[in-house]
C-alpha cells in the first residue's frame, strides 16, 4: 500500500518563519525601549538564527530578551513582555525542528500537529502562569507566599499536561 503525498512545502519557508518571528521579537523590544545599539546585536543574532537553525542563536535571542526585558524601565509587567512569551517559544520549537531538516527538504503540514499541540499545551500553562504572576497583590503578600503559590501554580500545571 502507498500513500500519496502533495509535495508540501520547501524547507526554506521554516527559516523564513523563524526570522519573522525574529523581526517580531525586536519589534517588541524596541517597543519595550531597547536602544539602537542594541538592536543591531539582537538582529544580528535573529539572522544567525534564521540561517543557521542548529545553532545557539535562538537560545542566546531567548536569554538576551529576557535579560533585556528585566532590566527595562517600569515596575509592572507588560503587554510587550507578555507577548515575548509565545513568540519566542514558537521561535524556539520552530528552530530545534529545522535543525535537523536538510536545507532542501520538503515539508508537509500535517507533520506539525503534535508539536503544535505541545506548543498551545505549554502556552496555556504558562499564560496562566503569567495571569496569576499579573493579579497577585504586590507589597501585600509576603513575597515567600508569592513564590510558593506560583510554585504550586507550576506544579498543578505539570500535573496536568498529558504524559505519552
Excluded at 500513500?3 to 524547507?11: A, F, I, Q, W, Y
Amino acid at each position: 500500500m502507498t500513500l500519496e503525498l502533495r509535495p508540501g512545502v520547501s524547507g526554506w519557508w521554516l527559516r523564513v518563519v523563524i526570522g519573522l518571528l525574529g523581526v517580531l521579537v525586536l519589534v517588541l523590544l524596541t517597543a519595550q525601549g531597547l536602544g539602537f545599539s542594541m538592536l543591531i546585536v539582537f538582529g544580528v543574532v535573529v539572522a544567525v538564527a534564521a540561517a543557521l537553525p542548529s545553532s545557539p542563536a535562538m537560545t542566546v535571542l531567548i536569554g538576551g530578551a529576557a535579560i533585556a526585558t528585566a532590566f527595562m524601565d517600569g515596575t509592572d509587567v507588560s503587554v510587550e513582555a507578555v507577548l515575548l512569551i509565545p513568540v519566542l517559544h514558537l521561535g524556539h520549537v520552530l528552530s530545534a525542528i529545522a535543525g535537523v531538516l536538510p536545507i532542501d527538504s520538503r515539508l508537509h503540514l500535517s507533520a506539525f500537529r503534535r508539536p503544535l499541540r505541545r506548543y498551545l499545551l505549554i502556552q496555556i500553562g504558562v499564560l496562566a502562569l503569567v495571569a496569576v504572576a499579573v493579579l497577585l497583590p504586590a507589597g501585600q503578600v509576603d513575597p515567600i507566599i508569592e513564590v510558593a503559590g506560583l510554585l504550586a501554580a507550576a506544579g498543578v500545571a505539570l500535573l496536568a499536561l498529558p504524559r505519552n
